[in-house]
């Protein structure tokens, strides 16, 4: 699946992979090819700076692990939880839309 | 050079701030010893999009942050006229001095435009707020109406403190005291308010796209024959105001001075859009 058209889905994406527990960059894009059956192949780079981003727009939390190797642990903040509602909600509402037309 | 130290060069180019662009290397490093033929992309490119994401997500909350400033400090700025009970206009015409005259200059023309860049920072990044990214134009616009919004509070406040001063025989002395406490207060939320602004400004996003005008801000509210036509709006908006200064005037009894005010009140308008309109992307 090409970058392009993750566009816009891509913090659903890194708040419902988080939604299972707190992780780091490396393990989210793990989780994100993983979980995804290895369709999600984006470049790997593009998901710190949004990671970032939904960290100063307060969706996540994160701190450095206390291990062998000093590691950025993200996590769901209360709001990023009530946001990933929001986004499944919108996807599932999206999904049907989209299946209504094109499943005739 | 190594993939980290470019990788630290452009974001360093990009304005991302030292402690973040530690924390990035640190994670892009952590990154690359789990996966050392992990392709992590253009280290330009990255840098970029650090800069547009964060450079959006901050320009939103420096305009927020304004506004929540602007908000409190035009709160204590109501109490202060209310609790004056009309003592300070009375006692202004009597003893009208240079230094009661510049405050009230400085009070009526910095709180108009601070009510303007402020608000319409606000509606700006209210607008964009669902945006993951907005252009570097427009992050650039939200700080600079921030910024001019804060920087225009700022002054409403001593140019408050300062009639206040002027007026010191004339009104009493309970009401000097709060005057000024409220203008100090204020510039301390107003002052809390600017760190944010300055974090925003440290970025240097470069995402495509315009810095948009006062039509796309307003929306529906623009009426259709004002749309697209920034001076047109500015000189409805300049007589409005004009015609509002002069009514005020005719309640006090004073239309010859109420009219020569809102003249000047019309005027300032169309000097502060010809002065700052385009800085502000308003036209």
Known sequence: MRAEALKGHLDALI??????????????????????????????????????????????????????????????TARGKRELGHRRAEWSAFVRAVDGVLAT | MSYLETLDRELASAGIPSRRRARILAEFADHLEADPQAELGDPSQLAHQFADELGTTLARRAAFTAFAGLAVAGILIVVAFVTAQSQLFASASRASSALGNLGAWMAVVGGQVAFVAGGLAALR??????????????????IRRAGVGLGAGLVTMVGFGLTALAAVHHTASWWTTLALGLCAAGIVVLSAAAPAVLAAA??????????????????????SQLRDRPWRFALVVAGLVAVLVTIAGLAAADPFDGALRGLADGLACLAGFGLLGRYLALR
């Open chain 1, 15 to 76: 708040l419902g992979v988080l939604a299972e527990g707190p992780l780091h960059g490396y393990a989210i894009i793990e989780q994100l090819k993983r979980r995804s059956g290895g369709s999600l192949d984006l470049p790997e780079g593009t998901v710190y700076p949004a990671l970032h981003r939904l960290e100063a727009a307060g969706l996540l939390a994160s701190n450095w692990s206390e291990g062998a190797r000093r590691r950025r642990v993200y996590r769901l």
């Open chain 2, 202 to 223: 440290q970025l240097r996003p470069v995402a495509a796209g315009s810095a948009g005008n006062l039509s796309e801000d307003l929306g529906p509210v623009m009426p």
């Open chain 2, 125 to 142: 990044a209210f607008r964009t707020r669902r945006d993951e990214t907005i252009s570097g134009a427009q992050a650039r616009t939200l």
